[in-house]
């Protein structure tokens, strides 16, 4: 896994950030000491490649409300075509802050696709069922400090 990010502060009103984050999926590998895993270690090889997740957002700020909104790309970690496995999230939100007392109001919608076979096996061949998965969040955050 490797791992950048940059953030530009404009000014004491707005900030500007980006990461980007690399993962090779295949090298994870399941240990034990009293069982050498390798059948499912050579599944993970196999089944799962090199990814990359891409994070965006920023922030401005007006008096004492701040506006904030964001978007993630994640990879998909699978090798074969079976299951897509990227993943968008659009955000947006409000903050409010003052010198006891801040609130901050956001919203998450994500979306991803998934391949779904009711059947496994080499002898039924199926077609599989087109899955997309869409959640919308809403978060509040209320803080006190003392």
Known sequence: RAM????FIIGKVALISADYEYIDYSKAELKGY?????????????????SQNIRVG?????????????YSFFGSPFASGVNDGKKNYYTGGLG????????DLAYVYS?????????????????PVKNKY????????????Y
């Open 96 to 103: 409010y802050r003052d010198k006891n007392f801040f609130v």
């Open 134 to 145: 869409i959640t919308n969040n809403v978060l509040l955050t209320i803080g006190l400090r």
């Open 58 to 70: 920023g922030e401005y700020k007006l008096g004492q409300l701040a506006f904030r909104a964001g």
């Open 4 to 7: 950048g990010n940059i953030a």
């Open 34 to 50: 009293d069982y050498g895993f390798y059948n499912e270690n050579a599944a993970i090889k196999s089944k799962y490649e090199k």
């Open 111 to 127: 979306s991803s696709k998934e391949d779904y076979y009711l059947y496994r096996s080499e002898n039924v061949q199926v077609n």
